[in-house]
Structure formats: C-alpha cells, structure tokens
C-alpha cells in the first residue's frame, strides 16, 4: 500500500505555477492546446478546492506530482475537474489519495454527491472508487471521449 502523502491546496506562487503546469503538461500539451487553456474561471471562485500532492528538494522550485480541483455545482453537488497525475507518478496510489482528500473535503464543505466527466481511458479508475457511469459526455479537443460519472457521498 502507497504511503499516505500531504495532499493541498497551493499556497505560494511557485507552488501555483507547479499546479498549473502539471495540468497543463497533463491535460493540454499532449494535445496542442495552448498554455493558458489549463485555466478556466472557476479556479479563482472562493468556494472552488484545488489540491496538490509535491516534490520539493532543498533550493529547487517544486514540482507537482498530482492535481485536482473540486467545484461545488449545488447545493449538495460538487464536480471533480483537472485531476492530473505526473507520468512519473502513475500507478503510486496519489489518484486515489487525492480523490479522497476531494471527498472529504466535500463531506466537509456539506456536499453528498460528486460529478466528474471522466475521460474514457480513467474510467475504470473512478469506477474503483465508487463512481458510476451516468452517460457519455463530450468528446475533448475532438478525440478524447468523456462520460458523465456520479458518486453519493456517506
């Protein structure tokens, strides 16, 4: 089993910019979408969480290992965006860490259900953890598809 790690939100300018580039790098360059398209509105909304897993080395800017954002929706509901996971880090158990701190954030925040538009290849991820596909969504850049998943909250 992973080790537990820190998971939150950035609090520094360095420690933002290493947020938004792994989201970046991640979920925009492999698809030539320009620096800039990681960002959206909502990051900036006070009721908006963003949570951040780092690597920091003594005299080194950090480096984001994985991200993810939670936006409350309604009332009850909050939607998961911009999870990213370093390729470096994949398969450490950081997803799953960080969609638990999610979770519980929005246990904390009094939300009961989480929507996400899951690309198809993160799926299966999610549906370890709870998540049920809902419907296909959109289709990302023209090739990514994506489907809308929901979890109820305990």
Do not use: C
């Not at 080395?57 to 954002?69: D, F």
């Not at 929507?115 to 990514?144: D, K, M, W």
Request: a neutral charge; hydrophobic letters at 45%.
């Amino acid at each position: 089993m992973p080790m537990p790690v820190a998971i939150r939100p950035p609090h520094t300018p360095a420690e933002w910019a290493a947020y938004y580039q792994l989201r970046y790098d991640v979920l925009r360059r492999p698809w030539q979408q320009p620096p800039g398209s990681e960002r959206v509105p909502a990051d900036d909304e006070a009721t908006t969480i963003h949570a951040l897993v780092l690597a920091t080395r003594e005299g080194e800017n950090p480096v984001a290992l994985a991200v993810g954002m939670l936006q409350p929706t309604g009332a009850h509901q909050g939607q998961v965006r911009f999870m990213a996971v370093a390729p470096t880090a994949t398969g450490t158990g950081l997803g799953r860490q960080l969609m638990a701190y999610l979770e519980a954030q929005a246990l904390a925040a009094g939300l009961t259900e989480m929507v996400l538009h899951s690309r198809e290849t993160a799926v299966g991820f999610y549906q370890r953890l709870g998540y049920a596909v809902v419907a296909p969504s959109h289709t990302l850049f023209g090739v990514i598809p994506h489907f809308l998943m929901r979890k109820q909250l305990n």
